[in-house]
């Protein structure tokens, strides 16, 4: 059964980083597209990242130029590493994978299939 299992989160002051993992068991290590996506409590779920299997990525605005998305296929992981994190930044962190398209930040999330998520938090 597939899994996607997000760790690495925890509580930083405004201005750390932290990276986020997420192991892909039952998963192919080209699946057609990996993304985060995050939810704070009485939010709307954001979309942050996506990588598609060719090796594009995609980012929300709100994190472009602090966030990176990336993976490695040998351990199927896919990894987030956040920089210059900000209070705003504080939500559960979710992993999320989808087998077709469209692959963007956007719409990362749209299949349902992601994990139980990690806690970030962001103190100022």
């Known amino acids: 059964q597939a899994q996607l299992v997000e760790s690495g989160g925890g509580s930083v002051q405004a201005g750390g980083s932290l990276r986020l993992s997420c192991t892909a068991s039952?998963?192919?290590?080209?699946?057609?597209?990996m993304g985060w996506f995050r939810q704070a409590p009485g939010k709307e779920r954001e979309g942050l990242a996506a990588?598609?299997?060719?090796?594009?990525?995609s980012y929300a605005d709100s994190v472009k130029g602090r966030f990176t998305i990336s993976k490695d296929n040998a351990k199927n992981t896919l990894y987030l590493q956040m920089n210059s994190l900000k209070p705003e930044d504080t939500a559960m962190y979710y992993c999320?994978?989808?087998?077709?398209?469209?692959?963007?930040?956007?719409?990362?999330?749209?299949?349902?299939?992601w994990g139980q998520g990690t806690q970030v938090t962001v103190s100022s």
């Open positions: 990588l598609h299997r060719s090796g594009s990525t």
């Open positions: 039952g998963y192919s290590s080209s699946t057609y597209c």
């Open positions: 999320a994978a989808r087998t077709y398209a469209p692959c963007s930040s956007d719409s990362v999330y749209g299949t349902g299939n």
